[in-house]
């Protein structure tokens, strides 16, 4: 859909991130269609996303959240409502017992923990669905930083652990092993999943595959996605869960920031600093790395997905950030008109891993939470939060 909604509109100072709920929506009704075609649920992963301004947008559409620490539970259950299934690679005691009393799904990652913990899930009133998280020890995820099968990994258990246990008590499996992935990175996951631990397969009522599902990007093969769905559920007669993160708001978020200085380099290329931080506004730029879009720019290094014929992009920064560390850049882009100071800039796709990750870093401003209705006349914007020196002294104590 044309978008005339200009992000950078905002009469607010920057940095802030916006939020589109018409994109949001969007992203939803792709998701609620899957789930209505295959049966399967579809939860959020909170660590993907947690602004719970606009979760009522959200829950309609799906089964619930997956949440992966008490906080993650407790917003769960305030704003989001439905099912809560809990995965850690271990829990604490304390953290049990807070959480138990809201939680529908619990996942462990070892035999150990179950084994403690055990009694404190059937002292609950209510029957909490237990289940193992598995490594299936096949993984398409390139980087390391994102790849939970390598013979390091601490995420699941392995089919040889598994063999000799007894399911008593566990009624579910969970796997997580992808990243942006597409569905025939999802069959040939299940492949592997099927052949070593087919036994298990039979015995549970429910099996979790886990995030990565890149769903609601261009091209991504929604067909494909129910009919291994349904496929596997028909074999087996499970339940199926995903639990995407990035999917559910991939592409409905911004952050716009403003030029504070334009530092010309005559040996290399002029510098443009930003109100705005990698490192702690978007911190994936650094830890994945990636360098994000921005609107009406092109990102040096691109050949493709681009609007913007190379010859009219003529005018070449680095953008950097503002905080004092010298790898705080955000990338080396190229723009139709010369940056001035004053001028704001767009970033693309900043809802995922970015709110729920950033940092007051060196003191700087958190940026604002607003959100806007692109398919409503006027936008609809509303400032949801603005942070303030309070906030930062209150963190550090
Ligand atoms: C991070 C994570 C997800 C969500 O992954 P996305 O890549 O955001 O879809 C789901 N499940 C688990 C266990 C995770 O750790």
Redesign the pocket.
């Known amino acids: 859909m044309e978008q005339h909604f200009d992000y950078a509109s905002v009469n607010i100072e920057t940095p802030y991130y916006i939020i589109d709920r018409a994109a949001l929506r969007r992203n939803m009704e792709v998701h609620a269609d899957i789930q209505k075609r295959t049966g399967c649920r579809i939860l959020l992963?909170m660590?993907?996303?947690s602004t719970w301004c606009v979760f009522h947008d959200m829950a309609p559409y799906l089964a619930g959240a997956?949440a992966?620490s008490t906080n993650e539970v407790f917003l769960a259950k305030e704003e989001f409502g439905k099912i809560i299934q809990m995965?850690s690679p271990a829990y604490s005691e304390s953290e049990l017992k807070a959480v138990l009393p809201h939680i529908d799904y619990l996942?462990f990652n070892s035999v150990n923990q179950y084994e403690r913990f055990r009694h404190l899930v059937k002292e609950q009133d209510r029957k909490i669905h237990c289940g193992y998280?598995i490594n299936p020890e096949y993984s398409e995820v390139q980087m390391e930083i994102?790849n939970?099968c390598t013979n390091r990994s601490r995420?699941g258990m392995r089919a040889e652990v598994l063999a000799d246990v007894t399911m008593k008590g566990i009624d579910g499996l969970?796997f997580?092993t992808?990243?942006?992935q597409g569905s025939d990175v999802l069959f040939r996951t299940l492949e592997l999943v099927e052949e070593r631990f087919e036994k298990f397969l039979r015995k549970i009522k429910w099996i979790?595959f886990?995030?990565?599902?890149?769903i609601t990007r261009k091209g991504y093969d929604v067909d494909g996605l129910c009919e291994i769905i349904n496929d596997f559920k028909d074999k087996y007669e499970l339940e199926v869960f995903l639990?995407?993160?990035?999917?559910h708001v991939l592409n409905t978020g911004y952050l716009v920031a403003t030029v504070l200085d334009v530092i010309e380099n005559p040996t290399s290329i002029d510098v443009a600093i930003l109100d705005t931080s990698a490192s702690a506004h978007m911190p994936d730029v650094i830890e994945m790395p990636y360098t994000p879009e921005i609107l009406k720019a092109r990102r040096v290094l691109e050949t493709t997905d681009t609007d913007m014929p190379l010859e009219e992009g003529r005018y070449k920064y680095i953008i950097g950030s503002k905080t004092c560390l010298s790898g705080d850049i955000i990338g080396e882009y190229l723009f139709k008109k010369p940056l001035r100071v004053g001028d704001r800039v767009v970033f693309a796709d900043m809802s995922?891993?970015t709110i729920c990750k950033n940092t007051m870093f060196n003191g700087l401003k958190l940026p604002a939470i607003v959100t806007c209705d692109s398919d409503t006349p006027d936008g609809n914007v509303q400032i949801v939060k603005e942070f303030h020196y309070e906030d930062f002294k209150g963190r550090m104590s």
């Open positions: 992963a660590k993907a996303f997956a992966s995965y996942v998280r994102y939970p995420f969970h997580h992808m990243c942006q979790n886990g995030g990565g599902h890149h639990e995407p993160g990035e999917s995922q891993y």
